[in-house]
């Protein structure tokens, strides 16, 4: 299956990517920061049930702050 990539710039020069791990089941995403002002880059690659688990996470922070 051929998985679509997602980008979300976040701020000059840094930019977020989610798109498949390339696993057989299309259970992992990989998630990329790349920032092209500095060429620094970072990435790590998490089930989908974890991936959600963080957006949760993050989403409950937002609106409790």
Known sequence: MQSKTESLPISDGLVMY????????????????????????????????????VADFIYKYLEND
């Open 18 to 53: 989610l798109h498949g791990a390339g696993d057989s089941g299309d259970r992992y995403v990989r998630v990329d920061f790349n920032d092209y002002s500095t060429y620094k880059d970072f990435y790590m690659i998490m089930d989908r049930a974890k991936l959600k688990g």
